[in-house]
C-alpha cells in the first residue's frame, strides 16, 4: 500500500518559489467561492507517521487560506462517558467554512490498536462508527478529504535526528515516537489495516509521501484545491455512494402498534399523589447514588400533539436538584443548526457523567415531521433509521442510560385538549395553526410512528409506549419506567 509513497519524490527549491503562489492564489479563490456559496463544509483530515510533518502541513493550510474561516483541531482521547465522536461532531464546521483536524476520529482507534489497549472487536468497531460518521457526512453535503503522510523507516530517523539537533524543535520528538520507531514494522501495520477499512468511494484516503517538505505541500494543497474546485463546478446535486436506504416495509395485518395500546387506562388522583411523591423520592435517590458519578441518563420524549410532554417532563424535574438536569427543546432548526449536518445539534447536549438530558423532541424528527411534511426527500428519511440506530448504540457503548418515551392519545382526546388551550387564556400559547394543520395528518403521521418503533426500537434502546388519555397515568408511568431504567443500569 506504502511502497508508491516511499519512491524519494522531490520538488526542487526554483519549482516550489514558481508553483507554491499560484496555488496559493487559487486556494484562496475557491475559499472565497465556497464563503459566498456557502452550499458545503470541508473538513480535513491529516494523519500519518510520526515525523511526517503533520502540523506543519495543518500550519500551512491555515497559511495559504484565509485563517478566519478555517479552524484547526487536535482531538485525542475520548471525553469521560461521552462516545468518541462526540468531540469530532462539536468541531464540525458550518457551511462555507473549512476545518482542518490533525487528531481525528482515527487517532483514538489507531493508537488504543497500536498499544494493545483493544482487541481487534472493539477496534473494528470504532472503525465502523468512523465510516458510517463520513457516510452520514458525505449525506449532508460536507466534503471529506483525508491524507496519510508517509515515510519510510529511514526517512523517519533522518527527520527525527533532524528535529533533536535544532534547540528550537527538540521538544518535537518524544520518547514515545522513538519508541514507535522502533516498532516501525507494527505502526505500518496498523496504519494500512486502518486505511483499508476506511478507505471509501464517500471519503478515500490520500497517501502522501512526507520526506521532502516541499513535495508534500504542494502535493496535499493541490489535491484540496482541486477536490473544492470539482464540487464547487459541479452543476448536479450530490448523491453518496455510500446510503444506506432501506426498503420501506410493508403492512401485512394493517394492525400498527398504536392499535395495541390501550387508551383507556388511568389513575385516581388520591393514588396519583402518593406514587408520584414515591417515585419522585426515588428518582432524587438515584441521582444522588454514588454509581451516578460515571454515568449520565438522556429522557427523550416524542409524541402526539398536546399528549402531555411537558408535563410529565416537570415531573421529573420536579424531583431533581436543577444542577442535575437540562431540558432541550426541539423546535425548527436554526441557521446555524441548518448550516451543519441535521444530527450535530443533538451529539452537542450529550451529557456529562452525572447528568441527565431531556430532549422535548428529538432527531426523531427526521422520521416524523420531515417526512410528513416533506421537509426532506424520502432517500434522507428512510437513510436516517440507520442513522439514528448508530447514534444510539455509540450512546450506550459509551454507557449512557438512553430512554425514549412515545405518548400517545386518542384523537378525540387530543381535539378536546386543543380546544381547551385555545379557550383558557394561559394556554393559548401552546395551540397554533400549525397544530391544526399537523391533526389534519393524522393517519401519516400514525403510519410514521408504526415504522419508527419497528424500525428504531432495539435491544439497548427500546421504545416505551405510554398511554396518555389520563395525564395521571402517563406521567408515573414515565417516573415508573425512568427509575426502573436507571436502577437496573446501576445495578442497585
Known sequence: ????????????????????????????????????????SVAIVIGGMDGAGKGDTANLLSEWFDPRHVSTHALGSAAAGRPPLWAAWN?????G???????????????????????????????????????????????????????????????????????????????????NHEDYGRVKRVAEETIRATDTADAPWRIVEAADREYRALTVGRTVLDAMRKRLDDKEPRKSSGARVPPRLPSIDQVDVLDRMDLSKTLEKEKYEVRLEELQGRLNTLFRDSAMRDRSVIAMFEGADAAGKGGAIRRITGALDARQYRVVPIAAPTPDERSRPYQWRFWRHVPEQGQITIFDRSWYGRVLVERVEKFCPEEDWLRAYGEINDFEDQMNRAGIILVKFWLQISEEEQLRRFEERAQTAFKRYKIGPEDWRNREKWGAYREAVNEMVERTSTENSPWKLVEANDKRHARVEVLSTLCERVERELGV
Open 97 to 179: 467554512k473549512i476545518a482542518v483536524f490533525v487528531g481525528s476520529w482515527y487517532t483514538l482507534p489507531f493508537y488504543a490498536r497500536l498499544k494493545r489497549r483493544i482487541g481487534r472487536g472493539p477496534y473494528e468497531r470504532l472503525l465502523h462508527d468512523a465510516k458510517a460518521f463520513e457516510t452520514l457526512l458525505a449525506n449532508e453535503g460536507v466534503l471529506v478529504l483525508k491524507f496519510w503522510l508517509h515515510l519510510s523507516k529511514r526517512a523517519q530517523r533522518k527527520a527525527f535526528n533532524a528535529l533533536e539537533d535544532n534547540p528550537r524543535t527538540r521538544w518535537r520528538v518524544s520518547a514515545d515516537d522513538w519508541a
Open 91 to 95: 468541531a464540525l464546521p458550518p457551511k
Open 1 to 40: 500500500m506504502f511502497e508508491s509513497a516511499e519512491l524519494g519524490h522531490k520538488v526542487n527549491k526554483e519549482t516550489y518559489e514558481r508553483e507554491e503562489p499560484l496555488l496559493r492564489d487559487e486556494l484562496l479563490r475557491a475559499q472565497t467561492e465556497l464563503l459566498e456559496k456557502s452550499g458545503f
